[in-house]
């Protein structure tokens, strides 16, 4: 796990290549404190620079960036190969000589780009990854990121200068660097809480999709030439041939047998290690089945580690415990109150970099501190949900579309209607009334999100309603064509596996996987994620829905592989997720706060926000009568970065 930048430029800059490229990578020491270097070639104006957090091969044969023995090529790299060993097997297979100089898995994966090219060496790799490749016989530069996207990768053209980084701070340290904003996908922000690829926050800077590379000759960099990626691997791709061609077993234990043993093989890859390595445990499925399994091919007990709160339904570290408990584990935990958490809140902006506005960010920033204090690299239970069907939106959608398509679109709009004619506070009012005061839910909110899906014309359409935080009308000043989110989706398979490949595609790299990566390099700490091994999500799209979803169940197969290692009364509750009381806390210790940040004034003078409405939700959620902190946090998210980013 390292940070990664560089630059190219054919314009004559007042600072020279190494001094930019230095200043670049001395942003990204928080990725990389063990050592950093860079690499330039003046002639051509480019330049490479690493940061390293030392993982695999702690000796100076890992330094970077690196060139390859037959000194074409120079790489830097971030992430990790786990199959580097098998790799190296395969290459000593040709029999021509080379003498490896170290153990690291750069050099390995220098070699195979020296002996089978890029393409073939990327498809060859089991791991996460970004990295840069410059050939220097051909003045050629390489980019090019894993398939799911673990590892983050921003590049593109800057006021005639191209840069690439780990970070979009790097950029945004040097002189000439404009930061316009990129309204579009501060609006897809708005709606989603994360900035989609192939998108950033500036304009002419994007994230390079997962699973592809993209490469730039002299002359393209002197023309300003944006050439589009190449695709090496696609989910969609798979997830196609996974639902024509599903696998047939003979039991239902022959499908757990089966399961387990692959998700065993992708844990053992990575457990490779040359620090000490532990595991988050949230106490759920996901966490709990990936400490069972490295806790069986462990001789000693392995380090788990979990965030308490204190306030009533946001604690999960019971459940945690529960489980660390029976399975052995040298658990951790640590409680922490709502100053603690809050604290964290200041420097969101800088963690992430980017407008970033999933709320569960702030535990994960508290349990990558925790793990870090004994670890340098965690495993995670992330991607869980997205291979075998976990979201609470999926049956919804499902369930929703079932009921309302059966109904033509004027009766349809006519419930919406009478659902509206309450208040959401009323609503909420009324049902306290009928369940005489014995229950504190909050049903307005969701019925009013009921009443939009009723006019959804399609599973597609309902699905978006249920996900959107805030339509574009309603708060910006200026709205964009969402067309390219959109065809993300695929209109293959039953409604539950088209939602299952959107969220793969957009929410995982997008706000699941930028919130770990950001989390963890906020403390050098490596997380590594079992899950996304593509062989995992290979076997997971040729598994029938029915063993995803079964009897109301989800995660029907991952669980039956999970009851062999923990009690299922262990595990079997309400699925809670990583959340935090927000909107309380907008409403009492962060309230000045976020007043200021979205004050009628600050929100006019920017032109981005409709201030009229910002404050009308802000009101609301004072008052009581609404709960807008998602919506609420999506705006102040953006605030707080660009006051960050600017000071």
């Excluded at 930028?514 to 490596?526: F, I, N, P």
């Amino acid at each position: 796990m390292c940070g990664i930048t560089g630059f190219w430029s054919a314009n004559k800059n007042t600072e020279s290549t190494g001094t930019i490229v230095r200043r670049m990578s001395d942003t990204l020491l928080h990725r990389g404190p063990d050592d950093g270097d860079i690499w330039v070639d003046d002639h051509v104006g480019v330049g490479l620079a690493h940061r390293r957090l030392s993982i695999i091969d702690l000796s100076k044969t890992g330094h970077q960036p690196m060139k390859s023995v037959d000194e074409r090529y120079m790489i830097v790299f971030n992430g990790e190969i786990y199959n580097h060993l098998d790799l190296r097997k395969k290459l000593a297979a040709n029999n021509d000589g080379y003498t490896w100089r170290g153990s690291s898995d750069t050099e390995t994966l220098l070699e195979c780009v020296r002996k089978w090219g890029v393409e073939e060496t990327l498809t060859s790799l089991v791991g996460m990854f970004a990295f840069a490749l410059f050939d220097k016989y051909e003045k050629q530069l390489t980019l090019a990121r894993d398939r799911f996207g673990e590892k983050p990768l921003y590049y593109g053209f800057n006021n005639n200068n191209f840069l690439f980084a780990s970070e979009l701070k790097a950029m945004r340290c040097l002189p000439f660097f404009d930061s316009s904003i990129n309204l579009k996908a501060l609006q897809l922000q708005t709606q989603f809480s994360y900035v989609p690829e192939p998108y950033s926050i500036y304009k002419g800077i994007f994230k390079l999709t997962p699973g592809s590379y993209v490469q730039f000759t002299q002359q393209d960099i002197a023309n300003g030439n944006h050439t589009e990626p190449t695709i090496y691997w696609s989910a969609e791709e798979i997830a196609r041939k996974g639902i024509d061609r599903s696998l047939k077993f003979g039991s239902d234990e022959e499908a757990k047998s089966a399961l387990d043993k692959i998700l065993r093989q992708s844990i053992k890859g990575q457990l490779m290690a040359d620090v000490p390595l532990g595991a988050f445990l949230s106490g759920g499925v996901d966490s709990s089945t990936v400490v069972a399994l490295m806790q069986q091919q462990s001789s000693v007990p392995i380090k788990t580690f979990t965030i308490g709160f204190n306030e009533k339904g946001f604690d999960e570290a019971k459940f945690a415990k529960s489980v660390a408990k029976h399975l052995g584990t040298e658990h951790n935990e640590l409680y922490v109150n709502s100053s603690d958490a809050m604290n964290v809140v200041y420097n969101l902006g800088n963690v992430y970099d980017e407008p970033y506005a999933d709320a569960s960010q702030i535990p994960s920033i508290l349990v990558s501190k925790l793990a870090k204090t004994q670890v340098t690299v965690s495993l995670s239970g992330d991607g869980g949900d997205e291979l075998f069907s976990g979201y609470s939106r999926y049956f919804l959608t499902r369930k929703l579309w079932g009921i309302i398509s059966k109904f033509p679109m004027p009766i349809r709009k006519l419930f919406a209607a009478m659902l509206k004619t309450l208040s959401p506070n009323q609503w909420d009012k009324l049902y306290r009334a009928i369940m005489f005061g014995s229950s504190d839910r909050l049903i307005g909110n969701k019925l009013y999100k009921a009443a939009k899906a009723f006019t959804a014309g399609n599973g597609q359409s309902l699905y978006f309603n249920l996900v959107t935080q805030i339509e574009a009308e309603d708060a910006m000043c200026h709205q964009f064509p969402i067309d390219d989110i959109n065809a993300k989706w695929m209109n293959h398979g039953s409604i539950v596996e088209q939602m299952m490949l959107f969220d793969t595609i957009s929410y995982l790299p997008g706000d699941i996987l930028t919130k770990m990566d950001r989390a963890g390099m906020s403390v050098s700490l490596e997380t590594r994620i079992p899950f996304l091994d593509h062989n995992v999500y290979e076997f997971a799209w040729q598994l029938g829905e029915e063993y995803k979803i079964r009897n109301g169940v989800s995660k029907w197969l991952l669980r039956e592989v999970l009851y062999d290692y923990v009690p299922k009364d262990l595990i079997d509750r309400p699925k809670m997720g990583f959340s935090v009381p927000i909107g309380a806390w907008l409403r009492g210790p962060l309230k000045e706060w976020a007043a200021d940040l979205i004050s009628t004034d600050r929100i006019n003078s920017q032109g981005i926000y409709n201030a009229k409405f910002i404050d009308k939700i802000w009101s609301e959620h004072q008052s009581g009568k609404k709960n807008w902190e998602y919506q609420l946090w999506n705006v102040l998210m953006f605030q707080h970065w660009l006051n960050t980013s600017t000071n």
